[in-house]
C-alpha cells in the first residue's frame, strides 16, 4: 500500500460497507470522520466503536443537501486537520422487482439525490481542499457490480450506479497527475442490512454475497494505488464478459455505404 493514512471521512457509516470502512480504518489507527443521515444509529456505532479504543467522529449529515456537506468538509478539517481518505459510500437501494414505467418518478428522485448527486456534493467539498493540500490522498466512490451488470426491476439503483461511475470515471481522469488517487467501488450482494431480506431478481443482483468486511479490506488495499476498480464479488469476471459479449455483438454490423464512402474520402485527403 503506498499510502499509510491517518485520517478518513466515511459517508453512510451507520451501517453496512460504511461501518465496516469504518471499523478497518480505526483497527489500524486512523482517525475517522463518521457521516451519516441516520443519527441514532450513527452514533450509537460511534459510541461502540470509540469503547473499543477507536478514535470516530459522529456527525449526523443530510449529504443530499450540499450546503450541510460542505459544513461535514469544515468540520471535518477542523476535527482532523488534514484528510487522507474520502469514502463516498452513501446510498439506498430503493425499489426493486418492478419494472421502470412502475416506478414512482419521485422514489426514483429520491435514489437518484443519494446515490448520485450526495456523491457529487462530497467531491466537490473535499477534492479542492485534498488537492490544496498537495499531499497523497485517495477518493473512494462505492458505486456497484449495478453499474455495468443491470437486471429487470432494477432501473432507479442501476442508473444511479452508472451515473456514480461516470462521476468516478470523470474525477480520474480530472485529477490525473496529481497526488489525489480515485477509486470506484464495484461490489456485487453484500450482506448487509440495506439487501438482507431483499427479494431481487437474480439478474440483477448475481450468485455470490460476501461480507461488508471484506469489502472493507478490498478498499484498504487499493489505497495509494492506481487501482481504479475494485471488485469483490467472485462472479465478477463472469458478469463482466457477458455484459462485454453483449456489446461485442451489436458492433459486428454492416458499415452504412454512405458512412464508407465518407470514411475512404477522408482517408484520402492529403
Known amino acids: 500500500m503506498h499510502l499509510h493514512p491517518r485520517t478518513a471521512v466515511v459517508t453512510g457509516a451507520a451501517s453496512g460497507i460504511g461501518l465496516a470502512l ?3 480504518f480505526t483497527r489500524s489507527g486512523v482517525k475517522v470522520i463518521m457521516a451519516d443521515i441516520q443519527g441514532d ?6 459510541r461502540e466503536l470509540a469503547e473499543r ?9 443530510d449529504l443530499t443537501d450540499p450546503d450541510a456537506v460542505a459544513a461535514l468538509a469544515e468540520t471535518a478539517y477542523a476535527t482532523l486537520g488534514e484528510i487522507d481518505v474520502v469514502c463516498n459510500n452513501a446510498g439506498v437501494v430503493g425499489p426493486v422487482g418492478m419494472p421502470l414505467w412502475s416506478v414512482p418518478l419521485e422514489r426514483m428522485r429520491e435514489v437518484f439525490e443519494v446515490n448520485h448527486w450526495a456523491h457529487i456534493h462530497v467531491a466537490r467539498a473535499f477534492v479542492p481542499r485534498l488537492l490544496e493540500c498537495g499531499r497523497p490522498a485517495h477518493l473512494v466512490h462505492t458505486a456497484s ?3 455495468f451488470a443491470v437486471g429487470s426491476g432494477s432501473a432507479a439503483y442501476a442508473a444511479s450506479k ?3 461511475l461516470a462521476v468516478a470515471r470523470s474525477l480520474r481522469a480530472d485529477l490525473a497527475g496529481t497526488p489525489v488517487r480515485v477509486s470506484v467501488l464495484c461490489p456485487g450482494r453484500v450482506d448487509t442490512p440495506m439487501v438482507q431480506g431483499l427479494a ?3 439478474d440483477a443482483t448475481g450468485d455470490t454475497t460476501v461480507a461488508a468486511g471484506l469489502v472493507a479490506e478490498t478498499v484498504w488495499d487499493a489505497l495509494g494505488s492506481d487501482r481504479f476498480y475494485l471488485f469483490t464479488n467472485a462472479d465478477a469476471p463472469t458478469r463482466l464478459r457477458d455484459q ?3 456489446v461485442q455483438r451489436h458492433l ?14 477522408l482517408e484520402q485527403t492529403p
Open 162 to 164: 452508472h451515473a456514480d
Open 200 to 202: 431481487a431478481p437474480r
Open 41 to 46: 444509529a450513527l452514533h450509537r456505532r460511534a
Open 145 to 147: 457490480m449495478s453499474a
Open 244 to 246: 462485454f459479449d453483449d
Open 22 to 24: 469504518t471499523d478497518r
Open 252 to 265: 459486428i454490423s454492416p458499415v452504412h455505404p454512405t458512412q464508407e464512402t465518407l470514411w475512404n474520402a
Open 53 to 61: 479504543g477507536a478514535d470516530v467522529h459522529a456527525e449526523t449529515v
